[in-house]
């Protein structure tokens, strides 16, 4: 794991995690993964594109996922997102735009989520790498404590986040998160095995501009 592709800003205010000995287990991990043929997704110049999108102090939203999709030309380092040509959408993305038109009428047709990030939304994976066809393949490595490491400065900022908490996993990673300080909005995951538990109806689009308008900073445009 090469962190030269890592925004400096990023980079300058993670180094002690980075210079940590789990860091150096999971660039071994990678390696090996490489050594034995398997393909990494995404592309290593897009493992940290979430960060290199926003500076620490320009995030506003915080949208936490698990992994990235494991099918080859799928992630692209945003969670949730894939590239604008895949076709179809992922499910869960489908159900997070269904949210969407119903909470504010927006109609999305696309799954890629840059326009978003480059608004000051995180979106950012717990684990940023997966081999290729093997969902969940990377957990426990290593990244988890990076993204620990992001969430934990952000967490530390005295600028109000909002943080969206979709599922027990991304839950359970936000624990560390002050809620005197932050908002926090917490709803079952949206994928078709639990959206209809309570991630319909939420309106987390709404709520997170109603938060932005609070603290005056421009709202979020949905739309991709």
Known sequence: MSTSQLDETWKNKLQKTLESDKMSALREFLRNEKN???VILPHSSLWFNALNTIAPDQVKV???GQDPYPTPGHAHGLCFSVLPDVKPIPKSLINIYKELQDDLGIENHNGHLQSWAEQGVLLLNSVLTVASGQANSHQGQGWEEFTDAVINELNQQTRPIAFVLWGAYAQKKGAIINT???FVLRSPHPSPLSAYRGFFGSKPFSQI?????QQNQPEIDWRT
């Open 180 to 182: 005197e300080r932050h």
């Open 36 to 38: 034995q043929g398997k």
């Open 209 to 213: 501009n109603h938060f932005l308008k």
């Open 62 to 64: 915080v949208i936490l």
